[in-house]
């Protein structure tokens, strides 16, 4: 469990999901995020064998978890699965001003659906899942954060590693 506020802890708490495969010579952990934003932890660690060399899965614990909003962790609903088909299916390369004016339209539903079906949607932000994972850190017992990210999770990696610097491992 996490803070969903940070700065006040009062507003309660969220879930978060997180698996473990444990290597058979296991010398530390690594905690590794696979993109997106909105890429799985949970299912990339669980697909281990297919995303790691043997000797990653030999060697480390790998920990995947699933930030905030994603997947088994405080997930954000928005629309409805017709509705989501609808709105991928949208023109998002619009060569008009009526097409351009359709898109904004659009997207502005598509925003306050999200902000009427989610209480805490200002909270699902990349800085408070830095911090959930200095969190996960502390609970799987490290006293550095190993962690590999990939594609958006270079960035996630960089603003934990700006937050705490001196919880930095590899």
Do not use: W
């Not at 444990?22 to 660690?45: H, R």
């Not at 097409?99 to 989610?118: Q, V, Y």
């Amino acid at each position: 469990q996490v803070p969903i506020d940070y700065e006040n802890l009062a507003v309660g708490k969220f879930d978060i999901a997180v698996m473990r495969h444990s290597g058979a010579n296991a010398e530390s952990n690594l905690v590794i995020n696979p993109g997106g934003p909105g890429g799985s932890g949970v299912d990339y660690a669980y697909s281990y064998a297919s995303s790691f060399t043997p000797e990653v899965i030999d060697k480390f614990n790998l920990i995947g978890f699933d930030p905030r909003g994603v997947g088994r962790s405080a997930p954000i609903k928005s629309l409805s699965n017709s509705e989501t088909d609808l709105f991928y299916s949208q023109d998002s390369y619009p060569t008009t001003d009526a097409d351009l004016a359709k898109l904004k339209a659009e997207n502005e539903a598509f925003a306050k659906s999200c902000e009427s079906k989610n209480r805490f949607l200002s909270f699902y932000s990349t800085a408070n899942t830095a911090r959930d994972m200095d969190i996960l850190r502390a609970l799987i017992g490290d006293l550095k954060l190993n962690f590999l990210g990939k594609s958006y999770g270079t960035y996630l990696g960089a603003l934990y590693a700006q937050f705490f610097p001196n919880n930095v491992g590899r």
